[in-house]
């Protein structure tokens, strides 16, 4: 079968266990049921599809639930990994403070050149945070990675942390294609500008599962 | 039944549609985008898959009952099958569970909607378990 995709990218989610999947599945529940089956034996990956500049792009998204303890996680989990979201609850100092440890172990088990992106999500209501958002930014400047704050209940920039992170990814593979292939056309800068026509929420229900 | 029934010419005239018994898989595409029943994404664009299972297979109910201790499921009828993960648009694989893993929608977790074979690790994903793209969404992400 012909490829229907131009690009194919492998991320991981990593961070402390309770960033986030405290607050599964709000949708499915109600007094008599709930979704127990799926969320009890859980999710290994996602396979995500996105169009960015006219690229369709496949995202293979892989959650680390069960195994967040950082020491368990080795070079063979981040084997082909692309991109890393590294993500910490704003209302738990701890899962922001482990940030560092699990920057230290990707140093030590990724690929070099893997891109980064740390996420400080809220699972939680505000009057519960423990991290300010500008100790946020401070890490993510002192590690060279970008940023975002996020919101599973408000679908708050979840969709915006991905398409960052593939748009980074895809920059720098069309990079090297480039350099590889010699002749360049254009000015090498890409069009990174196409991710808000996206009328809906890709990824709106990701945090409290996988983040 | 090891007759070879299948060479007299009287056989041909057979409908073997009906028989669902024997050679339950066949060569067949989805001819049509299937979507999340409950958030409508995209899971698997038309033409995608490769075979139709014509079995029924136990899938667990996407609602379980509370206070039950072991798994509701119920079987259900009709498969496609496709090879390739990278074939589905949005889908989520879970973790094995008693040796089998299972497909949900890839945005809002809905399933199982499939499940994986242990053996081949053909996907196979039930149209039963989710909505046909109506042909006025055709042609939107």
């Given amino acids: ?211 | 039944m090891s007759s070879s029934s299948l060479s007299l010419p009287s056989a041909s005239m057979k409908p073997l549609e009906k028989e669902e018994n024997n050679g339950a898989v066949e060569a067949k595409t989805n001819e049509e985008t299937l979507v999340c029943k409950i958030c409508q994404t995209v899971v698997i664009l038309k033409n995608m898959t490769t075979e139709w299972l014509n079995e029924e297979r136990e899938l667990p109910l996407p609602r379980q009952k509370k206070g039950i201790d072991h798994t509701q499921t119920e079987p259900v009828r009709g498969y496609f099958g496709v090879k390739d993960i990278f074939a589905f648009e949005n889908v989520g694989f879970t973790r094995s569970s008693e040796g089998k893993r299972f497909l949900v929608c890839g945005e809002c977790e809905q399933g199982p909607v499939g499940y994986v074979d242990p053996e081949t690790e053909m996907n196979y994903v039930t149209p039963e378990r989710l909505d046909v793209l109506q042909a006025s969404q055709d042609g939107k992400n």
């Fill in chain 1, 1 to 211: 079968m012909a490829k229907t995709y131009d690009y194919l990218f492998k991320l991981l989610l990593i961070g402390d266990s309770g960033v986030g999947k405290t607050c599964v599945l709000f949708r499915f529940s109600d007094d008599s049921f709930n979704n127990s089956f799926i969320s009890t034996i859980g999710i290994d990956f996602k396979i995500r599809t996105i169009e960015l500049d006219g690229k369709k792009i496949k995202l293979q998204i892989w959650d680390t639930a069960g195994q967040e303890r950082f020491r368990t996680i080795t070079t063979a989990y981040y084997r082909g990994a692309m991109g890393i979201i590294l993500v910490y609850d704003i209302t738990n100092e701890r899962s922001f403070e482990n940030i560092k440890n699990w920057i230290r172990n990707i140093e030590e088990h990724a690929a070099s050149d893997v891109e980064r992106m740390i996420i400080g999500n809220k699972c939680d209501i505000e009057e519960r945070r423990e991290v300010s958002r500008d100790r946020g930014e401070q890490l993510a400047i002192e590690y060279g990675t970008k940023f975002l704050e996020t919101s599973a209940k408000a679908n708050l920039n979840i969709d915006e942390a991905f398409f960052t992170l593939a748009r980074d990814i895809k920059s720098k593979m069309e990079q090297n294609e480039m350099r590889a292939g010699g002749s360049v056309s254009n000015s090498g800068r890409v069009n990174v500008g196409g991710s808000g026509t996206q009328k809906k929420s890709f990824f709106s229900n990701w945090s409290c599962t996988l983040l």
